[in-house]
Structures are given as structure tokens and as C-alpha cells.
């Protein structure tokens, strides 16, 4: 080895090696042991050395796209397209060179793109190169051609730049071949809820592009199915097309509002889109980019409370719930979409059944619901409940949409004729209930017009003595005293000649006299009945110093203060009537025939108990004109249990058993 390396250090001699681009993953290769004609990828660099005396040796390439001839300097060079390469001198060699092919990358756009329930842009795509993808970005433009003229967008669209979404790739591995989806949550984009073009683009190491993949679609946003929550949304798309709507944008916003009390269980949201509408009204000439974000911002942000915000009061949860289910039938809402919604219903309407269950005193499992055409009422279990919204799902998942309308018609109804079955011997506490009942009855109307008396403050609203007029029955003078109930016997003054202060002085001594007369409700435990009314109290005493001193916002946060107190009041009202009610049927034990229809009184398969009060009996777990179809449901549940792959071996073994046996 030693005298080689001293006869190629004498010279003339030479050495030459080609380095295929990393992308490529092939190895270098020794230039000498190639033979006169080879190809390699474009990109491959090649490294020359000379040995021995300067020029003896010369290089002379065409690959580089800079020619080098005659050189005895023998730089390295890239090969950029196909050529020669020559070393001259007594040991020269003579190549001919072609680049390998590396086509460009080819760009699929797979399906049409599509939304996720929260508003997320999904688009599947596949990615194909002979070397592997770069990189990959997928382009949207707004296609205002497609846009129907009509309302805010009569005017030309304000030139926006294109939206550029990098579509992921592998950090590691093959990126010759990539299927994958791109999900990015543009719902708040000005572009959301728009037609658009949309092109998918690629680029290989070599730095060649694909050719566009091009495509048409809306651009997916998030769904509101709360009206108000909708309106808003469609006055920020319109300010987001043109700026120019922003008077529009006003003038609908307080078009929607104009009878906040029926729009906002937070009347904080309201006094939030106020606020709004003096944003854009008071705006510079054109609105800036600051103030037009601020507006936009603010407008996304309240219909997202107004969508997704707790409600107080089961009875509006309930109905806002069959409300929005209805209209995401209508809209064609997706799976995923109705299987939430159907969700919120579930909870709403066992929010519904609590609260009912907790004004009358009971604990709530059964239901009377009157039967036309008889006198008595049939009761109806949480149970039937159930079933019913299980059916109503069913047929939504089959695209039998007309049916499961009728269906949820049908439970609508029998949860608006609902009444919880009076116990007898309830006395007291039923009276204590109605009372309290009243009360916050009063107090809901006592802050409608301290809010009406708001409005006429800074001129949005209308004197409520002029709006007294308007009708028979709604004048505001001829409300029912405070703390007076449906019969007229209630204690107060009338509202007609008394001030709002004084009508809210004569409500905390109606709560004051109505708390002598009820167990519990002295002061103590905070969390119990007494220190809900506790609560309720000093609500309704720092209401009435605001309302004396014309402080008509911080009253209303007050009276809202109080109106939840006494919610919760009713709430420890009902649970201590309930337990009261438990005591008195333990006491009193339990009739032969009669243990077996107590609900509390069943084993774990749903069997009623025996007549000697243990569990189990011979009674059939299910009976009825469906019990052909509940059959089939649950032969098709165990089907689909015993074909998912990641249950335990031992559990589809067993499964598959029952589907053998029955």
C-alpha cells in the first residue's frame, strides 16, 4: 500500500468521485471504477483530484452548465444536465453522462373537503414522487363570483391574500407515496362559510413543482344553531366581505335585539353587544383594521356564549334543545353533530324532570302526563323517556328525518303537559313551594322593567307606560302584587303608583314573612335553604339601595343575584320535601301488592322485586308490541361488539357463542 500511494503521489495521476443528492439515497460512487458511460441524478456532485506535476493533467466537463475546459485546477461542479466529462493526459478518461429520470410530484385531492362538528377544515390528499415530496401547500381563494349577491355582499369583496396551508408530511420515513388529511380549524377566517378554489401543490428536493390539483368547495365553519348566535355570525361575515357594512352590521344587530328579554339568559351578553354596536357606530371613516378586528372578535366570542352557554332554566334549556335538533335536521347536520345534539337534549330533559320534580316536593322518577279522552293520567317512567329519544336517534342515523320529527313532536308535547304527581298530605310544603314559586315570578317581572326603565334611559327603549297601552293584559300596571300567586292571595302593594325601589322593599318582606312559616329556611348552613334565602335576602337589599339611588345597571346584576337564590332555594326546598316524603313511606312500610311497582324497588336487569322483598322474580324483562325489535337491536349491538378487533379474544369468543345459540 505504501509504494501505491507513493506512485499516485508521484503522478501523473488522478482520483474522481460523483455524490448523489442525500434525497436520493444512493451511494457516492468512485469515478474511476464507472464505466465510459453513466447516469446519475441531477444534483450529483463530483470531486476531482490531480496528483504530480501542475498541468499535466486538464479537466474539460458540459455537465455543470458552466463548461470548464482544459482546467488543471479541478474544482469541484454539480451536474445540471447531461454531458461530458473528460480528464486529458496520460492516464485521461473520457465519460459520457445522462441524468437519471426524477419526474415531478403528482398531487391528488381526494373526496370533497369537508367539515369536522367543531368547524375544522378537513381535505384528504395523496402525494406521489420517484425521489420523495419536499414539501406541499394546499392554496384557497375566495370565489366571489360564486357568492350570491344579495344583502351585505351586493358590494365588491375587499382584496384579501390567499390562504396558505402547509400540508403535513412525515418527519421520518418514505415520503415517496402520502396519503393523509389536512384538518385546520379556519372557522373564524374571513373566507369561512364562503365559496372558494382551492389548489394543492407539491415540490421534490430537485425543486420541481406538480402540477395543481384544483378544486371547488365552501369553506367549512362551525355551525350555529341558535338563531341569535347565527344572525351574528352572518353580520360578521358581511364586515369581513366589505367594511363598508359596518352601518348594515348595526342596524341588524339592533334589529335582532330589540327585545332583549326574550333573546339573553345573561343580559351581560346584551350590555356586551351594546358595546359592539358603539364600536361600529362611533368607528373612523373608513373602519380600521384594528377597529374592524375588535368588532369581529367580539362578535365570534358572544355567539359562542349564546350557543354554548349554560342556561338557568330547564324549561328554555329544554326547548332550546328541540329547537336546535330540529334545525339541524332540517340543515342536514352530520352524525357526529346530531349524536351531540340528541346528547343536549338527553340532559336537558332530565334537568327538566329534576326541576319539575323539586317544585312539587317529589324526587321525580314518575311522571303523569294526562290522557286524552280519559280522566285519569297515564304515567310515563324516565325509562319510557328514554326509549322514546333512543328511537328518535335511531331513525336520524337512518336518514328517516320525517319520522324522528314526528317523534320529537310527539315528546315535545307529552314534556309540556308533564306534572309531577301531587303526594298527598303534602301541605306545607307545597304552599311553601307556591310561595316561593311567587316570588320568583315577581322578581323576574320587577327586573324586566327595571331593564325597560334602562333602555328608556339612553333612549333605546319606550316608557313602560306607553307600553302598557299597547294591550289588554300585558300593562305593566296590572301585574299581580308582590309575593301574589295565581290565586290572588299574595301580600304587597300594586306596581301601578309605586316605585321600582318600593316594589322591591314589598319583596323582601313578603320572603321575610314566608321564611317564618318554613322549616330550615332560619339562617345557618350556607349550602342549605337558609342560606340560599340568606342570599336571596341581601340580593334583594342591595337592589333596592341601587334602585334608590338610580343605579339601574348594578340593580339588575342584584336582582339577577336574587332571582338565582331563589331558584336554589327551591332547589334545598325540594330535596328536603323529598327526603321528608322517603321517611314518611319507611315509616309507614310496605303494602303486599304494591312493593313490585316502586321503581327504587328493582334488581340491576330492571326485575321487580318479590312480594318478600327480595330481589328477582319470574317477571319477563321485556314485554310489549317491540319486543320483536328491541330483539333485533341487541342481536345487531352483539354483531357489532364481536366484530370490533381490539376486544379481548375471550369476550368475542363469547359473543360469537350467543350469536350461534340465538
Aim: glycine content about 12%.
Amino acid at each position: 500500500m505504501g509504494t501505491s500511494g507513493a506512485n499516485i503521489a508521484a503522478g501523473p495521476n488522478w482520483e474522481g468521485w460523483v455524490q448523489p443528492p442525500a434525497y436520493s439515497g444512493k451511494p457516492t460512487l468512485y469515478l474511476g471504477d464507472l464505466k465510459d458511460r453513466f447516469d446519475v441524478p441531477k444534483g450529483s456532485n463530483v470531486t476531482v483530484r490531480f496528483y504530480g506535476e501542475d498541468g499535466v493533467l486538464t479537466l474539460s466537463e458540459t455537465v455543470s452548465g458552466e463548461p470548464l475546459s482544459g482546467t488543471s485546477a479541478a474544482p469541484d461542479f454539480a451536474v445540471r444536465q447531461p454531458g461530458e466529462i473528460e480528464i486529458d493526459g496520460p492516464t485521461g478518461r473520457l465519460w459520457d453522462v445522462a441524468l437519471q429520470p426524477d419526474a415531478a410530484p403528482t398531487v391528488e385531492l381526494i373526496g370533497p373537503m369537508t367539515r369536522a362538528p367543531s368547524g375544522e377544515t378537513r381535505q384528504n390528499f395523496r402525494l406521489t414522487d420517484d425521489f420523495g415530496v419536499a414539501r406541499a401547500v394546499l392554496t384557497i381563494t375566495r370565489d366571489p363570483e360564486a357568492v350570491d349577491k344579495r344583502y351585505g355582499y351586493v358590494l365588491s369583496p375587499e382584496a384579501r391574500p390567499a390562504l396558505e396551508v402547509t400540508v403535513p408530511l412525515p418527519q421520518i420515513g418514505d415520503r415517496r407515496e402520502i396519503e393523509g388529511m389536512i384538518g385546520e380549524n379556519l372557522a373564524q377566517h374571513p373566507f369561512a362559510g364562503l365559496p372558494v378554489q382551492i389548489s394543492l401543490t407539491a415540490w421534490d428536493e430537485a425543486g420541481q413543482a406538480s402540477d395543481e390539483a384544483i378544486g371547488e368547495a365552501i369553506l367549512p365553519t362551525r355551525r350555529f344553531f341558535d338563531p341569535l348566535a347565527a344572525a351574528l355570525i352572518d353580520v360578521r361575515q358581511e364586515l369581513l366581505w366589505n367594511r363598508e357594512n359596518a352601518t348594515r352590521a348595526a342596524q341588524v344587530i339592533r334589529a335582532v335585539t330589540v327585545d332583549p328579554t326574550q333573546l339573553f339568559d345573561d343580559m351581560r351578553h346584551y350590555f356586551r353587544l351594546r358595546e359592539v354596536v358603539g364600536v361600529i357606530e362611533g368607528r373612523e371613516d373608513p373602519m380600521s383594521d384594528a377597529q374592524l378586528g375588535e368588532v369581529t372578535d367580539a362578535l365570534w366570542e358572544i355567539a359562542l356564549l349564546l350557543e354554548d352557554g349554560q342556561l338557568k332554566d330547564a324549561l328554555e334549556r329544554l326547548h332550546r334543545a328541540q329547537e336546535r335538533l330540529s334545525q339541524a335536521m332540517r340543515d342536514g347536520a352530520t352524525p357526529e353533530e346530531i349524536q351531540k345534539l340528541m346528547q343536549e337534549l338527553r340532559e336537558a330533559t332530565r334537568d327538566y324532570m329534576q326541576q319539575l320534580a323539586e317544585q312539587q316536593g317529589e324526587q321525580g322518577d314518575g311522571t303523569d302526563m294526562p290522557d286524552q279522552g280519559q280522566q285519569d293520567g297515564q304515567q310515563i317512567t324516565g325509562d319510557q323517556l328514554q326509549q322514546l329519544m333512543d328511537r328518535i336517534q335511531e331513525l336520524m342515523e337512518q336518514g328517516r328525518m320525517a319520522e324522528a320529527q314526528q317523534l320529537l313532536d310527539m315528546l315535545a308535547e307529552m314534556l309540556e303537559n308533564m306534572r309531577v304527581t301531587q303526594s298527598e298530605g303534602q301541605g306545607q310544603g307545597g304552599e311553601s313551594m307556591q310561595g316561593l314559586q311567587d316570588m320568583l315570578r315577581d322578581q323576574q317581572q320587577l327586573n324586566d322593567d327595571t331593564f325597560s326603565d334602562l333602555q328608556e334611559q339612553f333612549g333605546g327603549g319606550q316608557p313602560r307606560s306607553e307600553q302598557g297601552d299597547q294591550g289588554e293584559g300585558t300593562q305593566k300596571g296590572q301585574q299581580p302584587q308582590a309575593g301574589e300567586g295565581q290565586d290572588g292571595k299574595g301580600q304587597g302593594a300594586e306596581p301601578n303608583g309605586q316605585s321600582l325601589a318600593e316594589r322591591q322593599q314589598a319583596l323582601r318582606d313578603q320572603l321575610a314573612r314566608q321564611r317564618q312559616s318554613m322549616n330550615g329556611a332560619g339562617g345557618g348552613d350556607e349550602e342549605g335553604l337558609g342560606g340560599a334565602l340568606d342570599r336571596a335576602d341581601r340580593a334583594m337589599d342591595e337592589a333596592e339601595e341601587a334602585l334608590g339611588q338610580n343605579d339601574l345597571s348594578g340593580a339588575l346584576d342584584s336582582q339577577a343575584e336574587a332571582m338565582e337564590a331563589l331558584r336554589d332555594g327551591m332547589r334545598q326546598l325540594g330535596e328536603q320535601q323529598a327526603q321528608s316524603q322517603q321517611e314518611q313511606e319507611g315509616q309507614q312500610g310496605e303494602a303486599g301488592g304494591q312493593s313490585g311497582s316502586d321503581p327504587m324497588r328493582r334488581d340491576p336487569l330492571g326485575r321487580a322485586a318479590g312480594d318478600t322483598g327480595q330481589f328477582g322474580s319470574d317477571e319477563p324483562l321485556y314485554e310489549g308490541e317491540d319486543v320483536y325489535r328491541r330483539a333485533e337491536e341487541l342481536t345487531d349491538e352483539i354483531r357489532r361488539r364481536s366484530a370490533e378487533q381490539d376486544r379481548p379474544e375471550d369476550e368475542r369468543n363469547y359473543l360469537n357463542r350467543l350469536l350461534d345459540r340465538f
